[in-house]
């Protein structure tokens, strides 16, 4: 199944950083990709397959973030 189609995904500081301790810990890379505004997003598989992705954002969703 695609990773877009399903997975869990949490705001992150360092995308980076959490990509490879979670790849240390068993998780396998699907994609890492740094977007025009400056967002980061790092999509992983954990090891039962479910896809993981942590994003740091460029610009803020919110107002009040």
Do not use: Y
Request: hydrophobic share 45%; charged share 20%; aromatic share 6%.
């Amino acid at each position: 199944m695609n990773p877009l189609l399903l997975h869990f995904a949490f705001v992150s500081a360092n995308p980076a950083a959490d990509k490879t301790r979670l790849i240390q810990a068993g998780a396998t890379p699907v994609s890492d990709e740094v977007m025009e505004d400056g967002s980061h997003i790092v999509m992983l598989r954990d090891p039962w397959g479910l896809c993981i992705q942590f994003c740091k954002r460029g610009k803020k969703l919110l107002l009040n973030d």
